[in-house]
């Protein structure tokens, strides 16, 4: 669904930037959905360009007026967890009617924290009690659960998949974290910027081992491989690219997502068809899946943007990455690759006479078959706009790409279109600046799992073909969930504060928790994921600095 706001200037470099530019008075293309003109105002906003105080993390004022730049402005401080506000006066995007302004609520963020464990399994709404499996934190034994895996998973203190990766305790697993000298510079990671770069990206092989990419600061992507004890093995190899979003690998190579500078001349090569309707050129650039081989060899790269000799970015119909959020994730089916990320969308408008364009976002899924072709079955121009914090995965029981996003259309986490026949709603929220999504895996049952955020607080909801059928509340005060697949019968639910993370093994049937929170001293970027690998392991990269990272992996369990 493609909705119409008026530009949104974010308050500080901590919240979500997203928007549109220009007048709040021109149609929005095609997709489907009620169109909102002018929009809903979302405290905080800025105005007359002026960044006010906002939400520390929060997404952004979708009633600020105009800004004047390309670049999230630097006002609004985070006091180190409680969002300290500020009014939104209304402003007035350029061209058109003035935005609804509206008193900013701030919001907690408390920065992270765990709550030390309690509340374990959460508080269960609208499907019964949370804790019907597994074990409760503290060792209690909750009714009904047992924490065998299926397949045949060695018994603990066994050993698991080619690396021989022993086997622990599902109660409490056994983490190993392991430094990693980069043989170049990595980008510095930022503590919480959706428009920010992120810095590094991991994926599991299936021989056991592990690709590591990092985005450097020579306007490269450098992937190296792994070892089964996450050491660097052989020589890292280089491809193009300015911004880091995900990686795939495979014994014979790998893909990955990223981000390059437009080639299409004019201001900021972004065309010289018509000037924007309001507020100031940014860069136009383009998202790419690039396919290499074990050598480093580019084997196809195709572009999952639209920019061509002939559909430049200021250009009607263009999807391109502009300065909005535009982050994005990968999945595999066997034979085809999908991305969804965020995407900018510009169409043609006319103020006071002149015309000029407006530049919207979104969030985008393609379809790629293994030769690098682009597939129309399963993808899809605009999923839900204005979207941010979009995941996916591939659901082989089902034989669908499953997405989940965060929206400002009626302010909730949602199921894209693939999963359920139409955007359905998983989790309802408002837009106070902190809703965001987490990550989704599949349950061991039926349907899947959702983490996501609002409030400052953790949830995580259950759904399979319509609106969420079980949430589990009061889990954590945190901004950015991480959830990932974690052994057959398992999930890892982790959050991050500073330089610790906290995590949680639960149920991938019931939500239940199974053993004691985890603390783990390693630094936390929101943006980045976790990944889980054949023999029950599950890895996240954390960033150290400008040349070392760590690798966080939590062992397989039994």
């Keep these: 669904m493609f909705r119409k706001l008026p530009f949104l200037f974010a308050a500080t470099p901590l919240a979500f930037l997203l928007g549109c530019s220009g007048s709040d008075v021109s149609a929005p293309p095609g997709g489907g959905g009620s169109v909102s003109v002018g929009g809903t105002s979302n405290p905080g906003g800025a105005t007359g360009g002026t960044a006010a105080a906002t939400n520390t993390g929060g997404n952004p004022s979708l009633g600020g007026s105009l800004g004047t730049g390309g670049l999230p402005a630097t006002g609004g401080a985070a006091t180190g967890g409680a969002a300290t506000g500020g009014a939104a006066t209304g402003g007035k995007a350029a061209g058109g009617g003035p935005s609804t302004g509206g008193a900013a609520t701030g919001g907690a963020a408390t920065g992270g924290a765990a709550t030390g464990g309690a509340a374990t399994g959460g508080k269960s709404t609208a499907g019964g009690s949370a804790a019907t499996g597994g074990k409760a934190a503290g060792g209690t034994s909750a009714t009904?659960?047992?924490?065998?895996?299926t397949g045949g998973t060695p018994a603990a203190g066994g050993s698991a998949g080619s690396c021989g990766r022993t086997v622990g305790s599902c109660t409490a697993p056994t983490v190993n974290i392991t430094s990693v000298t980069l043989n170049s510079a990595a980008q510095a990671a930022a503590a919480d910027s959706d428009t920010a770069v992120i810095p590094l990206a991991i994926a599991s092989l299936p021989s056991g081992g592990s690709r590591l990419a990092w985005l450097g600061t020579d306007n490269n992507v450098h992937i190296a491989q792994l070892d089964c004890n996450d050491q660097l093995v052989g020589t890292p190899f280089t491809i193009p690219g300015i911004d880091l979003e995900d990686i795939i690998a495979d014994d014979n190579g790998g893909v990955v997502l990223l981000t390059r500078n437009a080639t299409n001349g004019g201001t900021d090569q972004c065309g010289t068809v018509r000037p924007l309707c309001g507020g100031t050129s940014s860069p136009c650039r383009t998202m790419w899946m690039v396919r290499f081989d074990n050598s480093g060899a580019v084997t196809w790269e195709t572009q999952v943007t639209n920019l061509s000799t002939t559909q430049a970015g200021y250009q009607d119909g263009a999807f391109f990455v502009w300065w909005y959020q535009h982050h994005g994730r990968l999945a595999f089916n066997g034979t085809n690759y999908a991305a969804i990320f965020g995407v900018s969308?510009?169409?043609?408008?006319?103020?006071?006479?002149?015309?000029?364009?407006?530049?919207?976002?979104?969030d985008r899924l393609q379809v790629v078959s293994s030769a690098g072709a682009l597939v129309p079955t399963g993808s899809l121009a605009v999923g839900e706009s204005h979207a941010w914090t979009s995941r996916i995965l591939w659901d082989s029981r089902t034989s669908k790409f499953v997405s989940t996003d965060a929206t400002d259309d009626n302010c909730r986490v949602v199921s894209l279109p693939g999963a359920t026949a139409a955007t359905t709603t998983i989790g309802a929220s408002t837009c106070d600046g902190n809703l965001f999504n987490g990550d989704v895996v599949t349950s061991s049952t039926t349907g899947y799992w959702d983490a996501w955020a609002n409030a400052g607080q953790v949830t995580l909801a259950h759904f399979s073909t319509g609106a969420a059928d079980q949430s589990?509340?009061?889990?954590?005060?945190?901004?950015?969930?991480?959830?990932?697949?974690?052994?057959?019968?398992?999930m890892l639910l982790a959050w991050g504060s500073g330089t610790t993370i906290t995590a949680q093994v639960r149920n991938s049937g019931t939500a239940a928790q199974v053993g004691s929170n985890l603390s783990i001293t390693a630094n936390e970027q929101p943006y980045q994921a976790w990944k889980s690998y054949a023999d029950g392991s599950v890895a996240y990269p954390a960033y150290n600095n400008t040349t070392s990272m760590k690798v966080v992996r939590v062992m397989p369990c039994q």
């Excluded at 009904?144 to 895996?149: R, V």
């Excluded at 969308?345 to 979104?362: K, L, M, P, S, Y």
């Excluded at 589990?472 to 398992?490: C, D, F, K, Q, R």
């Design 144 to 149: 009904g659960g047992s924490n065998a895996t």
């Design 345 to 362: 969308i510009t169409v043609n408008n006319t103020v006071n006479g002149v015309a000029c364009i407006d530049i919207h976002e979104g």
């Design 472 to 490: 589990v509340t009061g889990i954590a005060a945190n901004l950015h969930p991480h959830l990932v697949t974690y052994g057959s019968s398992n």
